[in-house]
């Protein structure tokens, strides 16, 4: 799982590795994880180049 340049959500399959139940609980601490930086740290030209949380 990784973060691309423009903030997408990357998950590789490791066959094998990842069991139905892992994949769900990697899946919803990741977008937790993207949540938080989007609402706290990316900068919004709609908001003046502040954050949700800030305003």
Do not use: I, N, W
């Amino acid at each position: 799982m990784a973060f691309d340049l423009e903030h997408r959500l990357v998950f590789s399959v490791v066959p094998g590795k990842r069991t139905a139940e892992k994949v769900e609980a990697l899946f919803e601490d990741s977008l937790s994880a993207y949540f938080r930086f989007y609402c706290h740290e990316r900068m919004h030209q709609a908001l003046d180049y502040r954050t949700p949380a800030s305003v």
